[in-house]
C-alpha cells in the first residue's frame, strides 16, 4: 500500500434536521457518483485545510470545526494509490450551491444513496455521519469495481 495521492472528504451534517450535505460530483474521479465534497491535497497544505477549501470550492459553503473521523487507503489495479483523510462537520456557513465541479444534495441520514456512491462508501459512512465513529479502511479496486475490503474501528 503506497501512499500515493493523498485527498480529502467532507461531510457536513446537519443534525436538526438529520441530513448530509452530499454532491453529484459533475467531472474528475468519480464524475457522476454522489459523494461527498473533497479533492485532493496541494502541496504544502494540511489535510484539514483541503478540506474545507475543496469544500468552499465546489459549494461555496464553509465547514467549521471539521473532525477527522477516519483514513481511507485505496489501491486500484492499474497503479493508482489514494489515501484519503474523512472528515466531519456540524456547523457551517454559506448556502450550499451548484458550481462547475458539483450539485449540492441535502440527503436525509436514513437514506443514504449508497447504490450511486463508491462501493466502499456502505461500509463506513452511516458510521461516520450517525455513530460518529472512527476508523480506518482499506479497499482494493478495479476501475469502479471493489475486490476486497478491511475495516478497522477504534
Ligand atoms: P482536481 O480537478 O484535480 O483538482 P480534485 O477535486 O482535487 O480534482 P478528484 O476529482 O481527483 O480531486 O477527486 C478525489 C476525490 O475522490 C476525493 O475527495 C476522494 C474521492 N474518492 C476517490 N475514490 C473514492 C472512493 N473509492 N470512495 C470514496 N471517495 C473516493 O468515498
Ligand atoms: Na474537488
Ligand atoms: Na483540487
Known sequence: WKPGVLATLM?????????????????????????????????????EHCAVRETQEELGVTALDPVKHGELWFQFVDGLALHVDVYRATRWEGEPTETPEAIPLWTSLKEL?????????????????????????????????MLTHEMEWH
Do not use: C, H, Y
Open 11 to 47: 461531510f457536513i451534517v446537519d443534525e436538526a434536521a438529520g441530513r448530509v450535505l452530499l454532491i453529484r460530483k459533475k467531472r474528475g474521479l468519480g464524475a457522476g457518483k454522489i459523494n461527498g465534497p473533497g479533492g485532493k491535497i496541494d502541496p504544502g497544505e494540511t489535510s
Open 113 to 145: 444513496p449508497f447504490e450511486e456512491m463508491w462501493a466502499d462508501d456502505r461500509f463506513w459512512l452511516g458510521e461516520v455521519l450517525i455513530d460518529q465513529k472512527n476508523f480506518t479502511g482499506r479497499f482494493l479496486f478495479d476501475d469502479d469495481t
